[in-house]
């Protein structure tokens, strides 16, 4: 690693620097010009690691004239001051020229964490404003519903544009059931509220007709209001009838959506099944292929080797015939059955070099 600054090898020098401060102007300035040179798109990563790198040689280069600067002080006890003013100075300087080369990555480090801060913020902002408690109308969970439809999810937000349309689509499977559900729920109010007012207006009309039937007629009125309590029984058991055959009707339906949800939901666990046994078959698949190919190139590498192998053979014995012919005073056919018995090793203490 190229240090940015040299410190002085003899104690004369080194004393300049310290003592008189000289060269302290130059060399900051120096490091500052060839900072002027660094990239500063953060967005590259090369970039990002040279302007580390550099700022890492500034830091260096400080701990170097300090450390250099603390010796001198130790040593010179009379005039500490100066250097310790001046390792100061040096120190300042360089922490100062540190950050300001490191800037451009430290603005694009913190634009990156806002702008990820910013895309959380807008998907925990999607959970909540669509989070509604059980006993919300249908009128919010519908606008909750409209809203949600108005979001839309694109390439603007990036690498969280998967979450996002997963956390919409399970908002609004949520919020369709919930709207559902209360819709029902209020439906099933009204009827039970218009049940009872019109069993108020019948009990008010017949109180009506008993009083104007007047006290001449007390034992007709007798009769009649045991008349009357009858019909009020029959009719509280009619309503009563009524209200549990519509319990029994919304306890089938709720049912028969159980049933529903049930089937649809082991629909999906069978194509999931499917999914991953077709995966699994396809692993192995290309498992096979990669072994029978790797096996097909071990033959043919051992092929090629015996191949080889016999040719250098080849050659070697080729030569030692001919080396026999030429000096053992030997036909050729004397000279290649010795080769033969020779490599066979028929003939102790004598071998063929390959």
């Known amino acids: 690693m190229t240090e940015l600054m040299v410190l002085p090898s003899d104690k004369k020098g080194i004393e300049q620097v310290f003592i008189e401060g000289q060269d302290i102007d130059s060399t900051i300035t120096k490091i500052r010009e060839e900072a002027k040179n660094l990239p500063t798109d953060m967005n590259v990563r090369k970039n990002r690691e040279e302007v580390a790198s550099f700022a890492y040689k500034v830091a260096r280069s400080k701990t170097a004239v300090d450390k250099a600067g603390a010796a001198l002080s130790a040593e010179y006890k009379e005039i500490p001051k100066k250097i310790d003013a001046n390792r100061r100075v040096y120190k300042d300087a360089f922490e100062s020229l540190q950050a300001e080369v490191r800037q451009p990555l430290t603005e694009w480090e913190q634009a990156e964490e806002a702008r990820k801060n910013a895309h959380q913020s807008k998907i925990d902002s999607l959970i ?204 050729e056919e004397q000279a290649k059955l010795v080769i033969k018995c020779i490599a066979k090793r028929l003939i102790a203490n004598v071998t063929i070099s390959y």
């Open 128 to 331: 909540s404003n669509t989070t509604l408690c059980d006993e919300s109308c249908s009128v919010t969970i519908e606008s909750a519903l409209s809203m949600l439809a108005e979001i839309d999810i694109d390439e603007s937000w990036e690498e969280y544009e998967q979450e996002a349309h997963r956390v919409k689509a399970s908002a609004i499977a949520r919020l369709t059931a919930q709207f559902e559900k209360r819709k029902k729920y209020e439906a099933e109010q009204a009827e039970l509220e218009q049940l009872r007012k019109a069993a108020a207006e019948q009990a008010q009309k017949d109180r009506e007709a008993q009083i104007a039937r007047g006290a001449a007629e007390q034992a007709r009125k007798e009769a009649e209001q045991a008349a009357q309590v009858e019909r009020e029984k029959a009719d509280r058991e009619r309503v009563a009838a009524e209200m549990a055959a519509e319990q029994a009707k919304r306890d089938l339906e709720l049912a028969e959506q159980r049933r529903v949800a049930q089937e649809n939901q082991a629909k999906l666990d069978a194509i999931a099944a499917e999914n991953r046994a077709a995966e699994q078959a396809e692993a192995a698949r290309q498992a096979e292929i990669d072994r029978q190919a790797a096996e097909a190139k071990r033959i043919e590498d051992e092929r090629l080797k015996r191949e080889a192998d016999t040719k250098h053979k080849g050659a070697i014995n080729r030569k030692a015939l001919a080396d026999l012919v030429e000096h053992a005073d030997i036909t």
